[in-house]
């Protein structure tokens, strides 16, 4: 009997240690800055598509932790702060043209580096923005312009909303979008994107909603980028010619016959005529074109092009110029998400971890040709100014020799 009572206790106790270290654990993970190793749990815990551009790796904590209620966000801030100065205890600074961190930092008087990935749905903006989150003191504003639904904003009356959310978010100023956070509490991988801030939100759900804690947080990064694939690159200059944010611009561009094999059997998409028809798809990237033409003469060190299929075939030389550009350093945990990201492939829809020199092509094994056919026939002028080349026929289209990219120039 006293055998069987000891028996249980130790098999309680144990189990109760268990507990103790998995709940240390996570705890930990919130505190350690490890976005790539939090998100490859997520995916495999929670791979599923909702909105937009992305499977949404929504990860919701199995423990709740009873020290987050009463943790007040003075002292969170603090740890965030602390935590900023520890990850880049190591950083050059001379990198982003400063000497020390406090230049970075808005909550300092600084000037935060601040960017925007510009570009349309599945082309490539997860895993390009995951690279730039992966810096550490990333602030990822990621999408804020969820709301607007699967809309192409292209000019007024929508335009001025978003342009006005976006600049202030830049500023770290979310008094008076109530819209966006009443669209979060609904969907709050909108929120789960941005990693540094999910880390304390996900445990206590009013810090995602709340304009001041997000307004005060935010300016504690040295680092601020954004996502956005819902505004032509047109718009933008209006965000270039407000110096003081001074904000670099990334386009990113993807072969038509890419996107729109990715944007099939997206359930999001159908609906949208801004979204499965190839020929607004494409009359945007003719629009791109002209107006990255236009921004890189006035502004020729504000604006880079990229197309997805470069990154995905060399993403390290790319990164590395892209990181340059920015004004930014490579850091070991960059390196490291590169390392995790480029090689390894896991089943499912949009999983970052998928890309690899293959992903960018795949639409050539798995599109008839008479679709391919249908999108170049509208497409001729954009794929020709963005430097990708046509298929001729099926048999040409499957061959190994064809490769449908081919130099190009933006011309100013
Ligand atoms: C913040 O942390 C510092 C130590 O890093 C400490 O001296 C200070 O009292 C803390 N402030 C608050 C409000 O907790
Ligand atoms: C930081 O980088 C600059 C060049 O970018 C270099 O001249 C300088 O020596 C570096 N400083 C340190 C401490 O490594
Ligand atoms: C890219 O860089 C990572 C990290 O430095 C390295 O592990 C990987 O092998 C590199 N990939 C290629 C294709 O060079
Ligand atoms: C397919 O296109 C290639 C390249 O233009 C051409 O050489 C070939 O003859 C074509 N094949 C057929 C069956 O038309």
């Known amino acids: 009997m006293l055998r069987k009572v000891n028996f249980y206790s130790i098999c309680f106790a144990f189990g109760l240690s268990v507990l103790l270290i998995l709940a240390g654990s996570r705890y930990t993970d919130n505190i350690n800055y490890h976005p790539s190793i939090e998100s490859r749990r997520n995916i495999r815990n929670f791979l599923r598509v909702e909105d937009g551009d992305i499977v949404q790796p929504v990860y919701e904590p199995t423990v709740s932790f009873p020290y987050y209620d009463s943790m007040d966000n003075e002292k969170i801030l603090n740890k965030t702060s602390f935590r900023i100065k520890y990850d880049l205890s190591t950083y050059n600074f001379s990198h982003s043209g400063v000497q020390k961190l406090e230049d970075l930092l808005m909550e300092a008087g600084g000037k935060p580096i601040r960017n925007i990935i510009i570009s349309t749905w599945r082309s490539g903006t997860t895993f390009l923005g995951e690279v730039l989150n992966a ?20 000019g007024l009356p929508l335009s001025a909303e978003a342009l006005s959310i976006i600049k202030n978010m830049l500023k770290c100023n979310f008094d008076g979008l109530d819209e966006y956070f009443e669209y979060g509490k609904k969907h709050l991988y909108q929120f789960s994107h941005n990693t540094r801030l999910w880390d304390h939100c996900k445990y206590k759900k009013e810090l995602c909603f709340d304009a001041e804690f997000t307004g005060r947080f935010c300016k504690l990064f040295p680092f ?9 690159l047109r718009l933008i200059q209006e965000i270039l010619d407000e110096k003081e944010l001074n904000v670099k611009v990334v386009l990113l561009i993807r072969d038509p016959r890419g996107v729109m094999q990715s944007r099939q059997h997206r359930d999001f998409c159908q609906p949208a005529a801004d979204c499965w028809q190839p020929e607004l798809l494409c009359a945007d990237m ?58 390894v492939e896991v089943a499912g829809v949009s999983s970052t971890f998928r890309i690899s020199q293959h992903v960018p092509f795949r639409w050539k094994n798995v599109l008839d040709f008479d679709y391919v056919d249908n999108i170049q026939e509208v497409c001729k002028e954009a794929m020709d100014l963005w430097g990708y080349r ?23």
């Open 390 to 412: 046509l298929a001729h026929n099926s048999s040409h289209m499957t061959s190994k020799d064809f490769n449908p990219i081919m130099e190009y120039v933006v011309n100013q």
């Open 135 to 154: 810096m550490p003191g990333n602030f990822y504003h990621y999408e804020p312009l969820l709301k607007f639904q699967i809309v192409q904003i292209r």
């Open 286 to 343: 003719i629009s791109d074109y002209v107006a990255a033409g236009r921004l890189l003469k006035q502004y020729p060190d504000k604006l880079m092009v990229l197309r997805y299929e470069e990154l995905a075939l060399d993403p390290n030389k790319t990164t590395l110029n892209l990181l340059k550009f920015l004004r930014m350093g490579m850091t070991s945990s960059v390196e490291k998400f590169l390392s995790t990201h480029t090689n």
């Open 224 to 232: 601020q980028s954004m996502k956005v694939v819902r505004v032509r």
